[in-house]
């Protein structure tokens, strides 16, 4: 199959291409697409056999199941079968916006599209691409991120092109996403909401509107041995560069940087191509390896905007290890450490 890429405008999404999108969604067909997490890949999220497309297309387990997008809050009514008060309050606060809430779904969604659960995760997204996608399809569009199952999401169309050029119809290509990491997941269908993805709509900003929160224990810490993680997207290996990650952490910055150091001598000594994940304060501090600036520490959503971007480029670089520093797990702290836990398959040395 040969992908149709279109450059659209973020501001105005052009009407032709859209119409064009929508044209495909509707006869069952996939369409990457900006939003402002990381691009979705979309279909049409009430009919199985585009769903399993998608599945197919990213080579993700069955068993994990998909967000369905909406463009305005009374599209709900249709795809679930209760709406919380919990979840009253938080789309009043954050709709459109990067937080997906999960809801008992509705007998029209497919089981294909929820993995088997009578829940359904719904969003409505807040990019003018993705709005005017799902209202010109007239449809609820079901949209994991349009990457190959396992690696980085894609925060780029030239990263959708590289994992699925070839394998769908269309690429909207509607440059950089803002956020970089995907939507903050909340469980509004039990009666003590749970955080079960962490994202850019925090622990702490979700708490304001709801009060205490339960927080997934799959979250920070690796999933035990025959407990599944409430979001079963969770339990997979996810966001992995090619090469080895290495998380470093001490007590000070300094510790940090003094240890991965020592790390990347060691490495070289063996002929290994090793990358450094760095920040702004501290990409000055490495004399040897390959340094890349994730962002800045005192603006933690710089780093929540890049850091696929650069696990993707320690990649295109060839390397084969990548040790890469730590961060404070409050604030959107606590979903980059999330994905860099999950990068490096939890492997972190203390210092
Ligand atoms: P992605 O769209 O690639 O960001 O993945 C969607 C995430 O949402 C995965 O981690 C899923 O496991 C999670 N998810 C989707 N639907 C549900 C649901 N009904 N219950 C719990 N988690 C869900
Ligand atoms: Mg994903």
Known sequence: MK??????????????????????????????????????????GLDAAACKKIYEAKGRPSDNPLILHISHRNELERIVSNVPEAAKKIMDAFWPGPITLIFPKADCVPMETTGGLDTVAV?????????????????????????SSGKPSPTRASHVEYDLGGKIAMILDGGSCEVGLESTILDVSVKQPILLRPGAITKEMIEKVIGPIAVDAAVLEKPQEGVAPKAPGMKYTHYSPKAEVILVAGNT?????????????????????????????????????????????????????????VLRKFDFLGVNIIFSEVFDTTGEGMAIMNRLNKAAGYHIVKV
Not at 28 to 38: D, H, K, Q, R
Not at 296 to 305: F, H, S, V
């Open 3 to 44: 992908t149709n890429v279109q450059q659209v405008d973020c501001n105005e999404p052009q009407e032709d291409v859209i119409a064009q999108a929508a044209a495909i969604l509707q006869e069952g067909g996939l369409v990457a697409f900006p939003t402002e997490t990381v691009y979705g890949l979309g279909g049409n």
């Open 123 to 147: 969003r409505f997204p807040a990019h003018k691409v993705a709005q005017a996608l799902i209202r010109r399809s007239g449809l609820p569009i079901a949209a994991p991120s349009a990457n």
């Open 253 to 309: 910055l300094e510790a940090q940087t003094q240890e991965i150091c020592r790390l990347v001598e060691e490495q070289l000594a063996l002929g290994k191509k090793v990358g450094i994940l760095a920040t702004e304060q501290t990409k000055d501090a490495y004399p040897k390896g390959i340094v890349l600036s994730v962002g800045d520490r005192q603006k933690l959503e710089t780093i929540g905007a890049n850091l696929f971007k």
